[in-house]
């Protein structure tokens, strides 16, 4: 079968070339994506111009700024500030449809994507690029507890759960209750928790003072908590160390070495002592979206794709998988990690490769991955970056880092609306999104 | 009881006025106000300096600029552009305590707020201002095919219906369905129905233009639906015909003397007629809050409770209901309307008529209503005005709403994120909040 779909993709390609030799403007390869993250938008960009009819499929009507999120989840965003409509962002692209649905599966034999109303969109050439979500090691029923950071809802999700707290301890006469909702335990010491604990402890020890009369809020303890030797692993030992003493100096707790094994309603526990929080939030584990299981391809252990080097699946060449839902092996063995650059990299690729092949070069392109650098913000004076060559802390960094994400934000007007919102937070110390809507019990 | 209720009542404004005679700096008098919309506020406002502790009670953590709500729902503003934190607001009042809280009922011989959670707050005068909900005429089974607008969830979820329709009708090959998709019902032809009506036609027959591959969204029927013989039947004749000339030309379908007898999942009837509509928005009817059945007062049909012309409840003068909970009638015995600037002068006067008690003035101080006008937007150039002495339409009376409610909005940065908001919506025709979140099924 394999082989079988094998040939008929030479055939579907040996068409599209024919057509254009022959001047035919019609396009006739059908490209389905599915996904519109960074490298889903990367490839439809990549492929501009090419003869070919692109669909791009995701079940949420939004292209998400995922580095951003964790401000929204801290108030200091809008959510219309990090997400913007997909065909919008596609709109004068007349030869991309935009569908939003949801995917049940794929028919690698027929060359459909099957949606979960029991329609099916037929490819010439498939890519997924479908993210991951966050994962809590085998132990799922953690996540009521401690919520994770993914999507649009997972931040207002973080953001309610957050003030709440803030509103119940005003509210609550027993001590030890509101020490419990006084504290916010932050699971993983990854960039995503870092970033967290630094603005959550602005936000507590500076945004909120002085509004609540019965609680300071000066009070909260943010406690950071990394099963590892060191916050920011990835980083060199020198930046985890500054990362490190600039969020004690925000007044946060870290506590590292110790692994966490159990979230519950009250709190956390890790290293055999219960910590009473009633916020957690999880920043640690990271899995796949389904999309290894809809091809019933090979798959590691977080649920991602394992892939040729060409980014495709073992004999569906015409079946891409790219970003965080595939695991790409570097020269070293070490996996491409799961960050913007990467997979807008690998939509580039992808994209060069199906208009290479239309072209009538068929060789498999390896995809070699470049590594930008890492970088983490510590609330808005310190930044740690990484990028090898260079290495920068304090507010240099974070100058480097506002001034770099603003201008990989997609369109004018975000640019503009996130800078005035951050100056307005800089100036002023206010936030601006501190709404708790959604998931009332109460709607009258 | 009452007369007892009275007599405790007294004493306690005798105590107060002897604290401030002693030069007492700790004020004795409890003020309890429930509900933080402009009522609410302007009362306490209108308390500054006045020799009293005050209590804010709100179920939600937000005041909410209601008159802009439907450009949240159409997609022009995003939420945190109507809406501000109450103890954002309230952070310079140190006399002001702000609780996050829902009210359970009022326990009016024993001066004591209950809340749900059992905890009671008590108090020498009580303010409910506790606001309406959308009524459906002793349809409530209607609600959830036709949502209406009053709270931010509301918007949000009118936003999500909206769009979600052009998504669907995306992919619906059935042309009967994917018309009814194509058609959106707006029941109720007063201002919040009319403004509905013109952005929505805005948003379909220009915004969308052009984003989508299989639909015209300019094929979208807008239908506005009103039982009675005109639309705006509040403003003068002249400006309701402007009005509905105005719809006509933005291609709004206006339907009139004919009532709805039934919503369900696949449209409205009216007047015997089917119309196949996958969205249904309600703007007609209005019903109170439960303040008068907390207080087990006399309400009207709708259940505004029945006050006296000093705007307490009848037995109990330490006790006031104003805004829309409140049934006021006019000498020519027209009830006041359900306007931001009558809850305002409501409580305004409750404010002054509290100080008043505390410096020995005793007699109760009718309410006297005055009519500023009646406004309501028809797309995004033109508006009809009715102050009475001046009536405007077109462009000139557009740019008197904007400039009139941003001049109103509260905190100077949310006048400049709207104005840019406006200004950009004016001169590109795109929107910010076009976000699809909250109410997925699918969450993974």
Chains 1, 2 share one sequence.
Not at 319 to 342: E, H, K, Q, S
Request: glycine share 10%; hydrophobic share 45%.
């Amino acid at each position: 079968m394999r082989c079988c779909s094998a040939q008929k993709y030479l055939y579907s390609l040996q068409a599209a070339l024919l057509a254009k030799v022959n001047g035919m403007t019609e396009a006739s390869h059908d490209v389905v994506i599915v996904g519109a993250g960074f490298g889903g938008l990367e490839l439809v960009r990549g492929l501009a111009g090419a003869p070919v009819r692109i669909t791009m499929i995701d079940k949420r009507n939004h292209h998400l700024f995922q580095p951003l999120l964790y401000q929204v989840a801290t108030t200091a965003l809008a959510t219309s500030e990090v997400a913007w409509p997909v065909r919008h962002l596609l709109r004068r692209r007349k030869d991309v449809t935009t569908l939003l649905a949801n995917v049940a599966g794929v028919d690698r034999a027929g060359k459909r994507v099957l949606l979960d109303d029991g329609s099916a969109v037929a490819y010439d050439t498939l890519v997924l690029a479908t993210g991951a979500r966050h994962a809590y090691f085998g132990h799922d029923e953690w996540e009521p507890f401690a919520p994770g950071l993914k999507t649009l809802e997972d931040a207002t999700t973080i953001r309610r759960k957050i003030l709440l707290a803030f509103e119940q301890a005003e509210r609550e006469t027993d001590p030890a209750r509101r020490q419990a909702l006084l504290t916010i335990a932050i699971i993983g010491g990854g960039p995503t928790g870092v970033e967290l604990a630094g603005t959550i402890a602005e936000l507590a020890h500076d945004t909120l003072r002085g509004e609540f009369r019965n609680i300071d809020t000066r009070q909260t303890r943010v406690v950071l908590i990394e099963a590892g030797e060191r916050i920011l692993a990835n980083f060199a030992q020198k930046l985890s160390a500054y990362a490190r003493s600039a969020l004690e100096r925000l007044g946060v707790t870290i506590e590292l070495g110790r692994a966490v094994t159990l979230c519950d309603a009250d709190g956390v526990v890790f290293g055999g002592t219960r910590l009473p929080a009633r916020t957690i939030l999880w920043a640690a584990g990271v899995a796949s979206s389904p999309a290894a299981e809809w091809l019933g391809a090979a798959a590691d252990r977080a649920g991602r794709a394992l892939v040729e080097p060409d980014l495709t699946i073992a004999g569906s060449p015409e079946v891409f998988v790219i970003g965080d839902a595939a695991l790409v092996l570097r020269p070293d063995g070490r996996p491409v990690p799961g960050v913007a650059p990467a997979a807008k990299q690998q939509g580039r690729h992808v994209a060069a490769t199906i208009k290479a092949r239309l072209a009538g070069g068929i060789a498999a392109r390896p995809f070699h991955y470049k590594h930008a650098g890492d970088l983490a913000t510590i609330g808005k004076r310190a930044a740690a970056i990484d990028f090898g060559w260079l290495k920068l802390t304090g507010w240099p960094a974070w100058w480097l880092w506002g001034i770099a994400h603003i201008y990989f934000l997609i369109g004018f007007r975000n640019r503009l609306a996130v800078s005035l919102s951050w100056l307005w937070i800089y100036v002023t110390g206010q936030r601006s999104s501190r709404l708790i809507t959604q998931g009332d019990d109460d709607k009258t």
